[in-house]
């Protein structure tokens, strides 16, 4: 049974960091490009950050704040996030993907706010 499990969110003043973490089973994680992507009120889901075996991607409004990073030996994927403004307000999902293979996590909540 194929379970992505996302953990690390809450609620941060801008400018402050939070550490997103996304536990995997029930697959070879190893073989799967790992994603985040994050979903705000009334907007569509977009990507923020993948990471495969050897190259990493992000979008450009996270580019330079957010690094995503993955430990194959534990089936994690992270990203962690810096310097956090009141637009990166979402719920954060994970997203595994290979070929025809797409599975996603449940989200979870980040809230940037004063």
């Known amino acids: 049974q194929v379970q992505l499990k996302e953990s690390g969110g809450g609620l941060v003043q801008p400018g402050g960091s939070l550490r997103l973490s996304c536990a995997a089973s029930?697959?070879?994680?190893?073989?799967?490009?790992m994603s985040w992507y994050r979903q705000a009120p009334g907007k569509e889901r977009e990507l923020v950050a993948t990471?495969?075996?050897?190259?990493?991607n992000y979008a450009d409004s996270v580019e330079g704040r957010f690094t995503i990073s993955r430990n194959n030996a534990k089936n994690t994927v992270y990203l962690q996030m810096l310097s956090l403004k009141p637009e990166d307000t979402a719920v954060y999902y994970c997203?595994?993907?290979?070929?025809?293979?797409?599975?996603w996590g449940q989200g979870t909540q980040v809230t940037v706010s004063s």
């Open positions: 990471i495969s075996r050897y190259t990493t």
């Open positions: 997203n595994a993907t290979r070929l025809c293979a797409v599975y």
């Open positions: 029930g697959f070879t994680f190893s073989t799967f490009a």
